[in-house]
């Protein structure tokens, strides 16, 4: 099993910014991959930005230039460095992380429980 723990998010202005960060902890060994993902009311969970263990990243295109996805591997823990926050980043953010298997293409998911960002005048 894996846990992850989530913190950082909570009220901004606009044009503000915020830190999100998550630990994995437990049988971390297979884990390969982490993300994050967020799910505004109504909407489908999307992904924000996750990273492979050989380097690969991937950006939601409402993101880029704005948000940055970074880890520490000795502390198994991966940030989300959100900058020029919008009404429309407003969301539950959900750290992710994965055994991800490319031949054949397998994935397994661990996801925490969420961290809400609301972003409001």
């Known amino acids: 099993q894996v846990q992850l723990v989530e913190s950082g998010g909570g009220l901004v202005q606009p044009g503000g910014s915020l830190r999100l960060s998550c630990t994995a902890s437990g049988n971390i060994d297979s884990i390969n991959a982490m993300g994050w993902y967020r799910q505004a009311p109504g909407n489908q969970r999307e992904l924000v930005a996750e990273?492979?263990?050989?380097?690969?990243?991937n950006y939601a295109d409402s993101v880029k230039g704005r948000f940055t996805f970074s880890r520490d591997s000795a502390k198994n823990t991966v940030y989300l460095q959100m900058n020029s926050l919008k009404p429309e980043d407003t969301a539950v953010y959900y750290c992710?992380?994965?055994?991800?298997?490319?031949?054949?293409?397998?994935?397994?998911?661990?996801w925490g429980k969420g961290t809400l960002v609301t972003v409001s005048s």
């Open positions: 990273i492979t263990s050989g380097g690969s990243t």
């Open positions: 992710n992380a994965a055994r991800l298997l490319l031949d054949p293409y397998y994935r397994e998911d661990y």
